[in-house]
C-alpha cells in the first residue's frame, strides 16, 4: 500500500502553516487608537483603527483603487481615507466616498475584505479563517485574571525571527530554568504527567518556586531576589492551540497569545498575572480601593518578564538560523511533551495542495 505524501508527518514542522479558523492576538488594547495601525498575521495584511464608538475595525491593507496601503492613511469619524487619492471605507469595506467624484459618476463597487475582531481580556483578536455560514464562530481563549481584583497583570511583547513552533517549543519544556538563573523563575522542573488531546496538551511538571506570594510585602520579591524562598509547587503548561497557559503553584498565572507573522517571524504577548488570592481578608476591602491596588501595580512584574523574554528569544532566533542553515538535522529530544506539541502542529496545519 501507498502511503499519501500528504499525511501529517510530512508537513515540515519549522515550515508548517498556521489553522486560520482560530483567533489570534493581533495587538494590546492600548496599541489600538483611531489612527490606523498594519499589523502581519500569517502574511495576511491588515489594518486596524477604531471608530468613534471605540470599536475595533479590521479590512485587508491594500486600497482597492491603487492598491496602496490603507495604514498609511487616517480615520476620518467612522472611515478609512486612502492617503493617495482620500477615497474612504466605511467598516464593512465598501467606499463610501471619493473626493473627487463628478455628478454622473456612481462610486465603485469595490469592497475590502472584512476579518471578525474583538476586544477582549485587554488585546485584539482577530479571526483570519472561514467564517462558518450555519453556526456561530468559537469564543476567543479568556483569560478570567484579567478583569479579577485579585491578581496583578504585567504584559510584556515578544518579537522574534523564528517559525511558531520554537517558541510554544520553549514555552512547553520546563528544562530550562537554568537559561533564566538570574531571574530565578522556576528550577529544577521534573514532568510528571503528560496529556494530549484535541486541541490540548497539558504538561503537568514539579519546580522549585522561588516566590511565595502570602504577605503584603510578598509582592517585593518581584523584584528583590534575596527575599524569594524556593519551594516545590505544581507547574502547568497547556498548548491551548493556538495559544499557551500556565500556572505555577498559586503565586503565578502566565499566558502567551501567538500572531505568528510568517514562517519566520513570530509576534507575540506574554501576560503575567501575580495573585492575591492567598489574602483571605482581601474581599472585606472596598472595591475601588481593591481596583486602585490592582492598576497600581499593573506591570510590576515587567522587568522580570521582559528579561526571560530576552533570554528565551536568543535561543529561539539561534534555533531558528541553525533551521536554515540545515532543515535535514535534528537532535535527540527527551521531552516526550514536544512530540506531543509538534504532532498537534502538524495536525493542525492546512496540507499542502497535491501537485496537478
Ligand atoms: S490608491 Fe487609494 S485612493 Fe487611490
Ligand atoms: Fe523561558
Redesign the pocket.
Known sequence: MSVSPLTPATVPLREAAIDLDHWYVVASSPELTDRPLAVELWGHEIVLYRDRGGRAIALEDR??????K?SD?QVQGDRLE??????QFAADGTCAE?PYLAANQKLPPCRIPTYPVREQDGFIWLYPGEVPRDRPLPEPMALPEWEHLNYIASVAPIDCRGHFSFLIENLMDMHHGRLHEDYQAWSAAKLDRLEAHGDRVNAHYTAQSHYRIDQIWSVAQLFIPALRQPHPEPLTVSYRYPHWASSLGEEFRIYCLFCPVSRDRTRAYLVHFTSLEAFDNLHKLPIPFRRFIKNSLFNCAKGMLDGLVRQDVLMIEQEQVAYRDNPRRRGPELNPTLAAVQRLIRDRAPRPNPSP
Not at 82 to 87: D, E, F, P, Q, R
Open positions: 486600497c482597492p483603487h491603487r492598491f496602496v490603507l492613511g486612502c492617503v493617495y487619492h482620500g477615497w471619493v
